[in-house]
Nanobody, 124 residues
Framework: QVQLVESGGGSVQAGGSRRLSCAAS????????MGWFRRAPGKEREGGAA????????YYTDSVKGRFTISQDTAKNTLYLEMTSLQPEDTGMYYC?????????????????WGQGTQVTVSS
């Protein structure tokens, strides 16, 4: 069974940084496209970044490019999202997602599995 558990959310001042983690089951982490998404209050969920397990080439949406970094530790089956220069508009629930199998890995992909989310609140 695929399980994704996010952690690392919390409150941060504008301009600050935060690192999110997503622990995945070992099966997921051997052959999946992994992504980070967020849902801001009153808005639709939007994609942030994606990377295929074991690969080094990430995908970023324009809204996070240059500020957020997606990375992974395959030995720990864990995905990370390093967020810098955070602004109040980055406030929202952040979700980790996985889609098992081959194929192009970006945030437009249909992800089959989702975590429960971790809240990030950025205050000005």
């Amino acid at each position: 069974q695929v399980q994704l558990v996010e952690s690392g959310g919390g409150s941060v001042q504008a301009g600050g940084s935060r690192r999110l983690s997503c622990a995945a089951s070992s099966y997921t982490y051997s052959r999946s496209c992994m992504g980070w998404f967020r849902r801001a209050p009153g808005k639709e969920r939007e994609g942030g970044a994606a990377i295929y397990t074991g690969r080094i080439r990430p995908y970023y949406t324009d809204s996070v490019k240059g500020r957020f970094t997606i990375s992974q530790d395959t030995a720990k089956n864990t995905l990370y999202l390093e967020m810098t220069s955070l602004q109040p508009e980055d406030t929202g629930m952040y979700y980790c997602a996985a889609d098992v199998g081959l194929g192009y890995c970006d945030t437009a992909r249909v992800f089959a599995y989702w975590g429960q989310g971790t809240q990030v609140t950025v205050s000005s």
